[in-house]
Nanobody, 126 residues
């Protein structure tokens, strides 16, 4: 089992920045992919960004590319999401997710992830 705990959400004005953190614990040795998803009220959960635990591969949705940066600290079993130039449409609950699939995982697909955090609220005011 893997436990994921997000932190760093909050209220920020448009154009501002936030940094989300996700700390993993438990059987972290076989995590191959870490991702961030978000869900706004009345909408489906959507992919935001992902990073391979081994190597440097990163993935971004079109809506956040160039504004958000994902990074990791394997020694701390933590993944970060630096969010800059925030917009009101970025308002959502942000979820961290982990995949234990050594092959075949699609970073942008919710179905590729085995564990999810409880989420952290991000609200961007206009």
């Amino acid at each position: 089992q893997v436990q994921l705990v997000e932190s760093g959400g909050g209220l920020v004005q448009a154009g501002g920045s936030l940094r989300l953190s996700c700390a993993a614990s438990g059987r972290t040795f076989n995590i191959y992919l870490l991702g961030w998803f978000r869900q706004a009220p009345g909408k489906e959960r959507e992919f935001v960004s992902a990073v391979a635990r081994n190597g440097d591969s990163t993935y971004y949705s079109t809506s956040v590319k160039g504004r958000f940066t994902i990074s990791k600290d394997n020694a701390k079993n933590t993944v970060y999401l630096q969010m800059n130039s925030l917009k009101p449409e970025d308002t959502a609950v942000y979820y961290c997710a982990a995949s234990q699939r050594p092959w075949g995982a699609v970073p942008t697909s919710r179905g590729s992830y085995d564990y999810w955090g409880q989420g952290t609220q991000v609200t961007v005011s206009s």
